[in-house]
């Protein structure tokens, strides 16, 4: 055994009021986040054709669409019947 060791003793760490290691929950980032996800909803729509679904997610607080898959104008054009996937864009030119 050393003879020559040294036992220190470490002061107690004290977190800062308001950060989060200081147990305020409230103003972290987990807090932060888990806020915003529980704002936002998903709904499941069925399409214009057999086996098409759109999924929107929806602000709870304002009703607003925030994102919507596939997008608005490619609904639109399944709504019209003729449109064919890869269609919009001529990529033979």
Known sequence: MNNNA????????VAVSGSATGG?????????????????????????????FI????D???GEVVRQ??????????KEGNYVEGAVIDTSV
């Open 60 to 62: 709870r607080v304002t």
């Open 24 to 52: 305020d929950f409230s103003r972290s980032k987990a807090s932060e986040d888990a806020e915003r996800a529980n704002r936002y909803r998903l709904v499941i729509e069925e399409g214009a054709r057999e086996g098409q």
């Open 69 to 78: 898959l596939p997008r608005e104008q490619i609904v639109e054009f399944l």
């Open 6 to 13: 040294r036992i220190d003793i470490v002061p107690p760490v």
């Open 55 to 58: 999924y929107k997610t929806l």
